[in-house]
């Protein structure tokens, strides 16, 4: 159900959750999938290019990466992770600074629980609290 895709196009015909991150540790990103695929829910991997339209702050902050991940998913569901494993998931309908979740240092179990919340949020289910 993944789309592991390196390029910053869109999510095509099937609306998904998508997660960008920033040269970040895979097993974060690892524990997300796992977290979204428990759930039955779509999602794609995007990694964030240097080049991509939009200023450094946009680039490099993963509230800004996961906000703006949020606008262009179908789903309007972002998470974003950043260089040092911090990990925030937003919806496109939140101001830019208030994400759902930012989890900085996150632990395997942390990182699987906000995977599971994102495919949670997309099918209108309570979300799971953060230990």
Do not use: C
Request: without cysteine.
């Amino acid at each position: 159900m993944s789309d592991h895709d390196d390029s910053a196009s869109t999510d095509g015909d099937v609306p998904r959750i998508i997660v960008r991150y920033l040269d970040s540790d895979d097993s974060a990103i690892e524990q997300l999938e796992r977290g979204i695929e428990e759930e039955g829910v779509p999602w794609t991997v995007q990694r964030v290019e240097a080049d991509e339209s939009g200023s450094d702050h946009q680039r490099t902050d993963p509230t800004a990466v996961a906000h703006r991940a949020a606008s262009d998913s179908g789903l309007k569901i972002g998470i974003g992770v950043s260089e040092d494993g911090e990990l925030t998931l937003h919806h496109a309908r939140l101001p830019e600074d208030d994400p759902l979740f930012t989890v900085a240092n996150a632990t395997a179990r942390e990182a699987r629980t906000v995977g599971t919340n994102a495919a949670r949020l997309a099918k209108h289910m309570p979300l799971k609290p953060l230990d």
